[in-house]
């Protein structure tokens, strides 16, 4: 799954990472997101919660995420809908070292950052919601890095993401129908 000319070492991948549109699209938002979080109202518990709830629901939404990335176009009558995500997500599954294929779209960061600017803070309060929001676009870091650390011949270093490695790569290469989770693989057994 790794192309012969792909980076090679962590550092190598963190340049691909971080010189990507997919991350900026990230990382425009999660910078004055940062800065209204520390003038905005003093850390409470309720930040802790918040962002427990993120980081515990994350795995779940990034594994359903995936799972409609697979859907096929939808038919209705001469009309089709498929959405770029998905077209995107089928490229990737052609040419799994293409970087523009494997990180989502900047069209969607865009949706799911508004999504969390908005969603979170309504739904745990404002200050405890922007801190929400923050754990929110940092996963999203984490999941285009791990993606693309899958799609490297960078060796893992813990168990636990060769764990990840192997299930994406069973996903790639021998049925991808299953192993949808990155962040979350344990997930995959509960979907049979």
Known sequence: MAPEDGPRTRW???RVLFGHRSTHVILVSLVPLLAVRATGDRVVLGDLW???????LWPAMEWGMHVAMHAPPLAIGTWSIDPEVC???????EHPGVVDDLLLPPLILAALAVLAWV???????RGPGWSAAV?????????GWVHLLTHTSVRPRTRYYAWIRKTHTLHHCKDHRR????????LDGWRR
């Not at 918040?50 to 980081?55: L, S």
């Not at 969603?119 to 309060?125: E, I, K, R, S």
């Not at 192993?179 to 344990?186: C, D, I, L």
Request: charged share 5%; net charge positive; glycine share 10%.
């Open 12 to 14: 190598a991948v963190a």
């Open 50 to 56: 918040a962002v427990a709830a993120v980081a515990a």
């Open 87 to 93: 077209r995107a997500h089928r490229r990737h599954h």
């Open 119 to 125: 969603a979170l803070p309504w739904l745990f309060g």
């Open 135 to 143: 754990a929110f676009h940092i996963g999203g870091l984490l999941n």
């Open 179 to 186: 192993w949808f989770s990155f962040t979350g693989p344990w």
